[in-house]
């Protein structure tokens, strides 16, 4: 699969056990709602930060959006719409927002 920025994700069955990993893609504004209906309509757990203090919401870092959620396999996932550190000034960092119907 090739992204909108033309990172291509690969696919592969291995016969190990892989470590739980962390991925974050920096993502459009429109590919973010996309990603966050799909996690909400799929009854899948989301959150605004990597520990879960902010459960059923999602953070406004950078003046951005971001959302952290786990893959079936337990992998962190992370999709996000402002680079790390792009606005420090932001008076949203550290700011959360509800995600109606999130779990």
Do not use: C, K, W
């Not at 592969?12 to 909400?40: G, K, M, N």
């Amino acid at each position: 699969m090739t992204t909108a920025n033309g990172v291509t994700l690969d696919f592969a069955t291995v016969d190990i056990d892989i470590p739980v990993q962390h991925y974050a893609f920096l993502v459009s504004e429109d590919e973010f709602d996309a990603i966050l209906a799909r996690l909400v309509e799929g009854g899948i757990p989301v959150q605004a930060d990597p520990q879960g203090r902010h459960p059923g919401r999602i953070n406004r870092n950078d003046g951005g959006r971001g959302v952290y959620f786990s893959d079936p396999s337990g992998h962190g996932m992370e999709a996000f719409t402002r680079p790390y550190g792009s606005d420090p000034s932001s008076p949203l960092n550290g700011v959360t927002q509800d995600v109606p119907g999130a779990r």
